[in-house]
């Protein structure tokens, strides 16, 4: 075998041709030579046995690759399916969290106008706290210097016997 590669390599043909260079060659010659020839061609046999059961293996195994490579194809669609879901269910998320973070500053906002408006009402609580505390002691001056002044009311006047000190 290893002849043959080398006078195929030496002579630049493949060995489709030299088969047919043999074979010619038998076809053409007499007498002692178609012994030598017998035995190369039935070598010649032999190996395209072997490239054949070389080839058949390979073919097996080319099928094998091919059936792998489509279960892979459809594990990849698969998975390229789930990634288009997760990735419309990000955007969702997306567009809620978006929704959420308006609705946080319009919250901000209403809070803040709300503690603005609280704090407005507590400085008028504390004017009108400082108003009233005026007004008692403004009320409470008037009583002193106006209950010596007042008669007495008609029971107490009565009591005391104070009417006759009014009249």
Do not use: C
């Not at 002849?3 to 390599?9: A, G, H, L, M, R």
């Not at 039935?42 to 490239?51: A, M, Q, R, V, W």
């Not at 990000?90 to 106008?113: A, C, F, G, P």
């Not at 009583?143 to 009565?158: C, D, F, H, K, V």
């Amino acid at each position: 075998m290893e002849e043959i590669s080398k006078y195929v390599d030496d002579k630049g043909i493949n060995r489709h041709q030299l088969i047919l260079k043999a074979l010619d060659s038998f076809l053409h010659q007499t007498g002692s030579e178609p012994d030598s020839l017998r035995k190369d061609l039935d070598s010649l046999k032999i190996e395209l046995d072997s490239l054949r059961s070389n080839r058949d293996s390979l073919m097996s195994d080319l099928e094998g690759k091919r059936s792998e490579i489509d279960s892979l194809k459809i594990e990849r669609d698969s998975l390229r399916d789930q990634l288009d879901s997760q990735t419309i269910k990000m955007n969702q998320m997306t567009i809620k969290v978006d929704s959420l973070k308006d609705e946080l500053r319009q919250s901000e906002i209403v809070h803040d106008s709300i503690k603005k408006d609280l704090s407005h009402a507590n400085d008028i609580i504390k004017l009108k706290d400082q108003d009233i505390g005026f007004l008692q002691a403004s009320y409470h001056e008037l009583i002193q210097r106006l209950t010596p002044q007042l008669p007495p009311s008609q029971e107490e006047a009565r009591a005391k016997s104070w009417w006759q000190f009014w009249r």
